[in-house]
């Protein structure tokens, strides 16, 4: 009898777990529940079991997760890899006499001095609230509305479409303008195993959700068509990646121009983390002013030459770690084409281009403290050496709307200004 009971108390049980499935799939047939049974199983892989988690003032929650239970060993062609936690090489600084001076747009000795008075540190807004222990790295939580914003949980923390990258050789008019992309860069053609630019940080206003200001170094491989490989890091203003209008550190990588590889920060397996202090896609903290505090943060990305892996490189020192040699085909070998600069996408909405800014919203014109800048642009050469790249060329599709202007100086090295409004009386 007792056991019969307990037969019939089980089966009650398992009943009720049957209905309650029963009920969750009826539901999600007719209200989206598939979707969002999708959506919390990506925010199982992507977000990973922490030792600790630090909630930062602007609503995101920083997960400090185990080195070794990173996003990227979730890739199968990193399963059994070993972890690098020190580059084996950093480039060679070279003193580079061929820097020229040049009258034009070079900050007068006030605005540099000014600069390098300015040249607090930045740091990122949760490290308020605390640190992530040894042996941990920082990494921002992801959540459910983050995921839902996308339009799919596919494309969650990818960029959009093939042509996003400044293709500054192309003279297809065709080609300029397609996904309404807009870019001010400068950019250097060769044999690259390296970049490094100092940019200072604004918070450049964007106008529809679905639009995004980045200012970024691109170190780039293979052709534009469907095999380009691309390494990605810089500050970036994204609404619909974010939910917000905060400006964030933030990187990115494909193997297969944007298709099915890559994405940002830590948002798909690739990139591996070994520094405990910066968080990808976190806020960056304070922002330059408009004719006030200029704030600067400098990137290098550089290939070791024994492992081939790309480091990078954050302020001075901080190595964040490395893309391994592995994600990608051309760049295993070396870049042939670095890019420095602002995109900005404009939705065109109702047929005018909208307001979104690039840099400081403000054209190269303007000047120190007004305008955004790049300065100490350097390659690093097949001798692992930084360098002033011998010839750098500009790249802008509507100048009326974003510009850029270089210019050379003993402080600076090769610099240039760039940005602008958007929307004004010239660029409609
Ligand atoms: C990882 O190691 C296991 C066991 O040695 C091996 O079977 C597997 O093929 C390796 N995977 C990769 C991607 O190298
Ligand atoms: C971001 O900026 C846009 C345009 O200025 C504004 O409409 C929107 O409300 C802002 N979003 C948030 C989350 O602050």
């Known amino acids: 009898m007792m056991k019969i009971m307990l037969f019939l108390r089980f089966v009650a049980v398992l009943c009720l777990f049957t209905a309650a499935r029963f009920c969750y799939a009826g539901r999600s047939r007719f209200s989206g529940s598939?979707?969002?049974?999708?959506?919390?199983?990506?925010?199982?892989?992507?977000?990973?079991?922490?030792?600790?988690s630090i909630k930062s003032p602007d609503g995101d929650m920083i997960d400090c997760v185990h080195i070794s239970q990173q996003p990227a060993f979730d890739h199968p062609f990193l399963k059994n890899h070993t972890i690098q936690m020190r580059p084996?090489?950093?480039?060679?600084?070279?003193?580079?006499?061929?820097?020229?001076?040049?009258?034009?747009?070079?900050p007068s000795k006030d605005e540099a001095s000014s600069s390098s008075e300015n040249q607090q540190t930045i740091t990122q807004l949760w490290h308020s609230n605390g640190k992530c222990p040894k042996g941990t790295i920082p990494i921002r939580r992801t959540k459910k509305e983050d995921v839902l914003r996308a339009t799919s949980v596919k494309s969650y923390g990818k960029k959009k479409s093939v042509s996003t990258v400044a293709y500054p050789?192309?003279?297809?008019?065709?080609?300029?303008?397609?996904?309404?992309?807009?870019?001010?860069?400068?950019?250097?053609?060769?044999?690259?195993?390296?970049?490094?630019?100092?940019?200072?940080?604004?918070?450049?206003?964007?106008?529809?959700?679905?639009?995004f200001s980045l200012s970024q170094i691109w170190l780039l491989g293979g052709s534009f068509a469907s095999d380009?490989?691309?390494?990605?890091?810089?500050?970036?203003?994204?609404?619909?990646?974010?939910?917000?209008?905060?400006?964030?550190?933030?990187?990115?990588?494909?193997?297969?121009?944007?298709q099915a590889t890559g994405?940002?920060?830590?948002?798909?397996?690739?990139?591996?983390?070994?520094?405990?202090?910066?968080?990808?896609?976190?806020?960056?903290?304070?922002?330059?002013?408009?004719?006030?505090?200029?704030?600067?943060?400098?990137?290098?990305?550089?290939?070791?030459?024994?492992?081939?892996?790309?480091?990078?490189?954050?302020?001075?020192g901080k190595v964040l770690g490395y893309w391994p040699a592995t994600l990608f085909s051309y760049l295993t070998e070396k870049a042939s084409l670095i890019e420095w600069g602002?995109?900005?996408?404009?939705?065109?909405?109702?047929?005018?281009?909208?307001?979104?800014?690039?840099?400081?919203?403000?054209f190269p014109q303007q000047g120190f403290s007004k305008a955004s800048y790049?300065?100490?642009?350097?390659?690093?050469?097949?001798?692992?050496n930084l360098r002033t790249p011998k010839?750098?060329?500009?790249?802008?599709?509507?100048?009326?709307?974003?510009?850029?202007?270089?210019g050379n100086n003993g402080d600076w090295g090769s610099y240039f200004y760039y940005g602008g409004p958007g929307r004004n009386p010239n660029c409609q």
């Open 34 to 52: 598939r979707e969002n049974f999708e959506v919390m199983k990506h925010l199982n892989r992507l977000n990973k079991p922490s030792v600790e």
């Open 88 to 106: 084996n090489y950093h480039p060679n600084w070279i003193n580079d006499d061929a820097i020229q001076v040049s009258a034009t747009m070079k």
């Open 169 to 211: 050789n192309s003279i297809d008019p065709e080609y300029i303008n397609q996904n309404g992309h807009q870019h001010a860069i400068a950019y250097a053609e060769g044999e690259f195993y390296g970049a490094k630019a100092t940019m200072n940080v604004w918070n450049p206003k964007v106008q529809q959700y679905n639009e």
């Open 228 to 258: 380009l490989n691309s390494i990605e890091a810089g500050w970036q203003v994204s609404p619909e990646l974010y939910g917000d209008n905060n400006t964030r550190l933030f990187t990115y990588w494909t193997s297969d121009a944007y």
């Open 263 to 316: 994405c940002y920060n830590l948002l798909c397996s690739g990139f591996i983390q070994i520094n405990n202090e910066i968080a990808m896609g976190a806020s960056i903290s304070p922002i330059s002013q408009n004719q006030g505090s200029q704030y600067d943060i400098s990137i290098l990305v550089w290939k070791d030459p024994e492992e081939g892996n790309w480091w990078m490189q954050f302020g001075n």
């Open 342 to 362: 602002g995109e900005v996408v404009n939705t065109a909405l109702d047929g005018q281009h909208t307001t979104t800014q690039m840099g400081s919203g403000q």
């Open 374 to 384: 790049f300065r100490n642009i350097e390659i690093v050469d097949e001798s692992n």
């Open 391 to 406: 010839d750098i060329n500009t790249f802008t599709e509507q100048p009326n709307c974003y510009d850029v202007r270089t």
